[in-house]
């Protein structure tokens, strides 16, 4: 008995541990910001996106090992009877005799084992700075690839706020819907009452049917909606798309201090990660060029080797060594080298343009976010009295049915005018907080911490 209650408490301990991961049990309900947290965790693009800034900073250390001594070692087996491998053999194993010197043994020899071991090495002395070009290449390289590892993580902030924050508007219209249909079946209800009483004509509970039929109809594609907002969520977070994650808040007002559209287009220039990848990428590609001239230069190496030949794997034979410099200087390639330098030039006006539209791309981005952002904000105000207004109207049209002096149509309709009111109103807070979000991602400065996670 005692071994089941190890084992049951080992599985709720795990399955406790496993949601603890994913940042929820099933009773506590995930805020934006712990759903970020997670999504940068679990999100395979970021995974992505760390693993090859990883792969792109080992190129470094790569780059740096050609300052460094070369020491290769390698075993070889050769079996002939070629005259000169023969006779040459046998000096290098320290095997050669008197004997070997007969015409028959020099002309035919029997075939002879040699097994060689050697230790080799070299080093360069000058390469005309081509490798302290490729350690900057590759530094510039780890720069770019963590740049665009920011940016992705951004992007998939934003993923995160935009799948929780169309959650919580499918929650509130969901809401809204039910009202609509509480609303509709009383107004049904009235409508088959003052029918029976002859206060009302048949068209009237006809259009009470309609409306509670639209009613219920709109209530169904709001409990959609709020299916897949959720399992847009957990794909944003990386987690299991029928993964039981529950979000907590409401889809309320919320005051942003944008600043303004210079300032914001300034910094954007400053710190957004994909702008500064650009420039690090223009970096790169000027020393691409200084990289393509050292190719036009000479080079001067060391080398050296020691190698032990045998004529058996175990009997020890022969060693020798060798050692000297070598200095290469190509005179003719086909005229590689200066297709080189000049497909360098290229790739260096290249990397100039794609900075320069990138630089208005940016601008434009930021404007557009921006503009966005106020007329979001102009909205809320609108939507808000526009709410009022059709609660008034509502109020007086049934104070005017009750009396007799207005139709049901009427009454539906002020009832269609308040419910389209609060959508509206929805959606333009809705509209709002993203339009923050997108701002803070058009400029660059989109984290875990922005007013757009922590609001």
């Known amino acids: 008995m005692s071994r089941i209650r190890v084992l049951c408490t080992i599985l709720i301990l795990s399955g ?32 992505a996106s760390a693993a090859y800034a990883e792969a792109v900073r080992q190129g470094i250390t790569v780059a740096k090992s050609n300052r460094y001594p070369r020491l290769d ?28 010197f007969a015409l028959n043994a020099l002309n035919t020899p029997l075939p002879l084992n040699n097994f060689q071991s050697q230790f080799s090495g070299s080093m360069s002395l000058y390469d005309a700075g081509e490798t302290s070009r490729m350690i900057q290449d590759a530094k510039l390289a780890n720069q770019i690839a963590r740049n665009q590892q920011a940016r992705t993580e951004q992007e998939v902030i934003f993923q995160v706020v935009r799948a929780y924050t169309t959650g919580l508007l499918a929650r509130e219209n969901v809401r809204v819907a039910q009202s609509a249909v509480e609303t509709a079946q009383s107004n049904l209800k009235d409508a088959q009452a003052r029918q029976e009483q002859g206060m009302a004509v048949p068209s009237d509970l006809l259009s009470a049917q ?28 990386g987690v299991p798309q029928t993964a039981a994650t529950t979000t907590e808040g409401r889809l309320a007002e919320i005051e942003f201090n944008a600043g303004s559209l210079e300032e914001r287009q300034r910094r954007a220039l400053t710190v957004r990660p994909d702008y500064l990848a650009s420039q690090l990428g223009r970096q790169r590609a000027k020393n691409g060029t200084r990289m393509a001239r050292a190719g036009f230069h000479p080079k001067v190496s060391l080398f050296s080797s020691w190698a032990l030949d045998n004529q058996t794997f175990a009997t020890r034979g022969g060693n020798n060594w060798a050692a000297g410099a070598t200095l290469t200087f190509n005179i003719f390639d086909g005229g590689a080298k200066f297709a080189r330098l000049a497909e360098a030039h290229a790739r260096e006006r290249q990397a100039a343009a794609l900075e320069e539209q990138l630089n208005s791309t940016i601008s434009l981005q930021v404007e557009e976010a921006f503009l966005n952002l106020t007329t979001a904000r102009e909205r809320v105000a609108v939507a808000r009295d526009a709410i009022s207004q059709a609660k008034e109207s509502l109020r007086i049209l049934q104070n005017r049915y009750e009396a007799g002096l207005a139709t049901m149509t009427s009454v539906l309709q002020a009832e269609t005018a308040r419910t389209q009111a609060e959508k509206s109103y929805l959606n333009a807070v809705y509209d709002y907080r993203l339009s923050y979000a997108a701002l803070e991602l058009a400029t660059g400065e989109l984290s875990p911490d922005s007013p757009a996670v922590v609001k």
Request: aromatic share 6%; glycine share 6%; proline share 3%.
């Open 73 to 100: 070692f390698s075993e070889g087996f050769t079996r002939g009877n070629n005259p000169v491998y023969v006779f040459g053999t046998l000096l290098t194993q320290r095997q050669f005799t008197s004997a070997d």
């Open 210 to 237: 309609v409306k509670l039929a639209s009613a219920r109809e709109d209530l169904l594609g709001a409990r959609n909606a709020v299916a897949l907002a959720h399992a847009a969520l957990n794909v944003a977070m």
């Open 16 to 47: 406790y541990c496993a949601l603890s991961v994913l940042g929820q049990t099933s009773d506590q309900p995930l805020s934006l910001s712990e759903a970020v947290q997670i999504a940068l965790k679990n999100n395979p693009t970021v995974k």
